[in-house]
């Protein structure tokens, strides 16, 4: 099997892309780097199931253990200082400007380690969520993949969907509810959010 470098969001997501990779001829290696997921426990349990999934499918699994959480912050506070003094409400709604410098930064950071340990191509679970701007995604992956000389690998995994689901649910995978960022964890639970999203909330 041709070997792949595969950034895992999370160990959940990697279900169905693993199998449908190993499907088509390759044998994923599992890299992990998320710096964006808040709080620290929540990195922690995400963390242990990619880890938890790569050994329960024996497949390769690579990450740095250490949390960015403040390097992540300080890449996307230019973002929200740069809305001129509007709200934390009216920034959640404009989610394409930070998911654009968490989605470079983690692609970009797996193309790299690709390129450098010697895989011919990359790919990400990214592209299995049903709630991320695929379109984006995959135009920074092949940026990214230009800029390092290595290839992008394009699959979308979202048609594996149910399977993926059905498939954490036999490995008994810890099964996060929102995206991983703190903005993302507010979006989720907010009230008020969600008040303001269906209208009931002017913001001047």
Not at 66 to 82: A, I, T
Request: hydrophobic fraction near 35%; aromatic fraction near 16%.
């Amino acid at each position: 099997m041709n070997k792949i470098l595969m950034h895992m969001c999370c160990g959940p997501c990697s279900c169905y892309p693993t199998e449908k990779l190993r499907a088509d001829g390759f044998e994923p290696v599992g890299f992990f780097f998320n710096p964006n997921i808040h709080p620290y426990q929540e990195w922690r349990k995400r963390l242990r199931a990619a880890r938890e999934f790569a050994e329960k499918v024996s497949m390769k699994f690579i990450t740095e253990n250490h949390y960015g959480l403040r390097d992540f912050l300080s890449k996307v506070s230019n973002v929200v200082e740069n809305i001129d003094g509007e709200d934390t409400f009216k920034f959640a709604d404009g989610w394409h400007n930070r998911c654009k410098i968490c989605y470079s930064w983690r692609l970009s950071e797996t193309a790299k380690f690709a390129a450098e340990n010697n895989f011919e191509c990359f790919t990400s679970t990214l592209f299995y969520s049903v709630h991320q701007n695929h379109e984006l995604m995959k135009k920074i992956a092949e940026t990214c993949a230009k800029n390092y000389g290595v290839k992008f690998y394009y699959e979308d995994f979202r048609e594996g969907w149910q399977r993926g689901i059905d498939l954490s649910l036999e490995l008994e995978l810890y099964r996060q509810n929102y995206c991983g960022c703190i903005f993302s964890e507010e979006e989720r639970f907010s009230k008020e959010i969600k008040r303001l999203r269906r209208g009931s909330v002017v913001v001047l």
